[in-house]
Structure formats: C-alpha cells, structure tokens
C-alpha cells in the first residue's frame, strides 16, 4: 500500500505541476489531438470502406472472363462460355451484360447492369440513390436515355435501392436484357464479359491457367485479384490524406520533441527544489513521466473518439471525396462501426510511447545535476 500511495502523491503532484502551466500544454494537447484524430479518421476510414468491399466480394464470381483486343476490353461471344464450360472443375458459366451509360444533362456516368430481378421486367429499371438525386427521379417516374441510334427509351423507375447500399448501388441502373441490348444495339450471343464458378475455391488459379492457354485472347480475373485490388486502392487514398497532413504532423513533431526534451529555467529549478527537500532521481523521473503519459494518453483518447465519432457518425465528412473516389455521384452511405485492436495498439505506440519516453531524457539529465547548481541558475 505504501509503493501506491507514493504513486498517487507522485501523480498529484504531476497534475499540479501540469496545471501551474497550463496554458502551454492546453496547445500541446489540441495539436497533439489533431494528429492522432486524422491518423485515426484516416486509418478507421480505409479499413471500413475496405471491409464493405469485402463484403460486397463475398457474393461475386469465383473467376470474371474478359476478352481482349490490342490490349483493351472488348466484347465477348457465346463461343467462348461453351469452351469454358468443358474445362476440368468449372461448375457454371454465364454471360453479363453492363456498361457505362453518360447522361449528359448531370454529367454523371451511370453503371448499367442486367440482372436477374430485372430481366422478368421489361420497360423498367431500379436505380441507385445516387442516380434518383441527379436526375430527380423516384419510383414510378419515367427516365429518358438516349440509345445508340440517337432514338430516346423512356423506362419506368420500378424501386430505389436503399441507402445503406449506396457504396456500391450509387451510379447503379438495374434494366432488363431485352432494353439493355435494344438501347446499346447487343445482338444476341454477345456479351460484356462471362463469369465462371468453381468448384473447389482451391483449385480457381489453376482453372485460371487453363483459360489462358485454352482461350489467348481472354483475360481471367479472380475474386482475390478484385479484392487485393480495393485494399490497395484504399490504402493508396489514405496515404494521400496523410500525405496532404504531413506538413501539420511535421510540426507537431518538431513542437513535441522541442516541449519534451529541453526544460524551461522553471521546469528545472522545481526539479532543483525537490532534489533539495528529498526526492530522488527515480521519483523525479517517474514524476515527469506520468506528466508524458497523461498528455499523450488525454490527446490519443481524444484523437480515438474524435476518430470514431467523424468517420462512424459523419461518414468521414471531412475527407470523404478523396477515400470514395466519385467524381460526380458521392455515395452516402454510414460504415458499420469496427475498431481493430491492432490498428488501435499501433496508433498507441506510435504516439503515446515516443512522447513519454522522450520526456524521460531531459529530466534525468536535470535529476542527475547537484541541486545547489541547479537553484543558482
């Protein structure tokens, strides 16, 4: 009980000592949190649009089958699904019929796709929330969209995804086959790309190796290909983010280092005078290193929640065109709140150990000085 006592008083005192000298750590602190809430926005915004996308990923094909001419995505015929359908392991291969569809009147590009739901639903469409904001239209509303032949079809708004599909339904126009091929001029037995399933998940690179020497002029994308893709294109965003704060994080680290290594005359004088009524060098250094701790440990719990509640409770409003990547249509949609304890303990000893320990320095050089020495000053 005496060792926990001895600590309390020591905190108390640190606490005290803060206070006598508030102002000039109250600006410590509020930058300090300003670093640590971006770095943490940042980090707790990629992760989460990263998760969204893997749950997105879960439902998609094993295997997406383009074809290419000089290098570009072209047009795929019915020949090729008969020709994948004969390879060892492969369960099920479709045709898919999208493509990108610009309304002038927004300039906004829209996705548009043909699905199941929307095949048994000629002269209809479903569209995102995003598309229903630019061209003000809900369901039951008639949209115009001019063809290949410069001929207008006007199709009847059947539903609006919700919001909480908005990350990925926010450019998305679900429209039947029969008004997808009249609109675009498809024939028949022609499609944007073919999907394949397979049936051992284990063997899909090798059935992907298959593709490439059965058909040369195809491209075979795996799921895990796609996946690797988003992370990598999140983390490519955020850095930009930080990139954008390093000159703040520059200063702030200029500022802390300069605050926990050189002393002020005051800071070393009470290290003098308690040097002279009986403290020793240990319990000066504990002393100046709880004063570390509460600093860091008060801005990086602030930086957390402020964290949390900007990217869980704003959508990340601060940043959130440059992580989405829209150039029109910004989907606006709330991630589903998720911390990872890594992530957390990284951010942790990323800023809260190098500050603590970096006040340790100065102090025990200052505990070390004769006290008489110190005092004079």
């Known amino acids: 009980m005496n060792w926990i006592d001895k600590q309390r008083n020591i905190v108390d005192f640190a606490l005290s000592s803060l206070l006598r000298r508030w102002r000039k750590n109250l600006a410590l602190l509020c930058v300090y949190t300003f670093v640590v809430f971006i770095v943490a926005s940042v980090v707790f915004f990629a992760e989460a649009l990263k998760r969204d996308a893997c749950l997105v990923l879960e439902g998609a094909p094993d295997v997406v089958v383009q074809r290419l001419i000089a290098g570009r995505h072209d047009l795929i015929s019915s020949g090729h699904m008969e020709k994948l359908a004969r390879i060892t392991g492969v369960s099920d291969v479709k045709g898919r019929l999208w493509a990108y569809y610009f309304e002038p009147s927004v300039g906004a590009n829209y996705t548009m796709v043909v699905t199941e739901e929307a095949a048994g639903r000629p002269g209809t469409v479903a569209i995102g929330a995003g598309v229903s904001r630019t061209l003000l239209a809900g369901q039951g509303d008639l949209i115009a969209f001019r063809g290949h032949d410069g001929a207008y079809v006007s199709l009847e708004v059947a539903r609006v995804f919700p919001s909480s599909s908005e990350l990925v339904s926010a450019d998305l126009v679900e429209i039947s086959e029969e008004d997808f091929r009249a609109l675009f001029g498809l024939p028949e037995g022609i499609y944007t790309d073919l999907t394949l399933r397979v049936r051992n998940p284990k063997e899909t690179v090798v059935v992907a190796d298959k593709i490439r020497r059965l058909l040369p002029d195809t491209r075979p994308i795996l ?155």
């Open 223 to 377: 799921r895990e290909e796609i996946l690797r893709t988003y992370e990598a294109l999140f983390d490519w965003r955020g850095g930009i983010v930080l990139a954008i704060f390093a000159g703040a994080a520059l200063a702030f680290i200029i500022f802390a280092w300069d605050k926990a290594t050189s002393l002020t005359l005051e800071e070393r004088r009470e290290i003098g005078i308690l040097k002279a009524v009986g403290w020793e060098t240990s319990e000066v250094i504990v002393m100046k290193s709880w004063e570390g701790i509460v600093i860091s440990l008060t801005a990086f719990l602030l930086g957390l929640v402020l964290a949390y509640v900007h990217v869980f409770f704003t959508s990340g409003t601060l940043f959130e065109p440059v992580l989405k990547g829209w150039a029109v249509l910004y989907p606006r949609f709330q991630p589903v709140p998720f911390i990872d304890p890594y992530q957390v303990a990284t951010l942790f000893f990323l800023t809260v150990v190098p500050y603590t320990v970096a006040t340790v320095i100065p102090s025990w050089g200052a505990a070390t000085i004769d006290p008489d020495t110190i005092m004079r000053q």
